[in-house]
């Protein structure tokens, strides 16, 4: 009978960001991340396939460029940090192409689709061996809970419904 060894990977947050982009007023895209946070995968594979992803961010680790709109994501107007610190993911399947799993934010939980490449594995030149993986796809922020809007003079809503996730995760093995 054949032993299936478990692998554990932790994140290489010098290597990884987790990235989002919203639209603005309709007419622009505001970028950020999220510099505060953990993810670990757990496989049998050499390809990662089942494998299982788990992440966490801290909220109040929010970047925009820009302290202001950084506050106001982080009030009660958004993620109200001080009652939800933190936003988690946890797979339920990888088929090597797409990852299922349930995002949760604020106090929703949701099952949420990712397109994800695995971009294989290598060693660096510390001996270390690590994977990587780039990861997009789009949830809708009000099913989240982050509702807040205001309409412009010309009758254009500020901050647009659906947030694409731009993710790249790099790996060490353990």
Known sequence: METITKTTWNVDTA???I?????????????GHFEDFIASVETD????????????AKVNSINTKNKDRDNHLKSEDFFN??????????????????VIGDLTIK??????????????????????????FEISGSISRKEFGLTWNAVTEAGSVVVGDTIKLAIELQFIKE
Do not use: C, W
């Open 15 to 17: 290597h990884s960001e």
């Open 19 to 31: 990235g989002f982009k919203v639209k603005h007023m309709m007419i622009s895209t505001v970028s």
């Open 45 to 56: 594979t050499e390809d990662f396939n089942d494998a299982r992803f788990n992440f966490s």
């Open 81 to 98: 940090v001080a009652s939800f610190p933190e936003m988690t993911f946890k797979s339920k399947s990888f088929d090597g192409s797409k």
């Open 107 to 132: 106090d929703v939980t949701k099952e949420i689709s990712l397109d994800m490449d695995f971009n294989g594995i290598a060693v660096d030149p510390y001996g270390q061996t690590k994977a990587g």
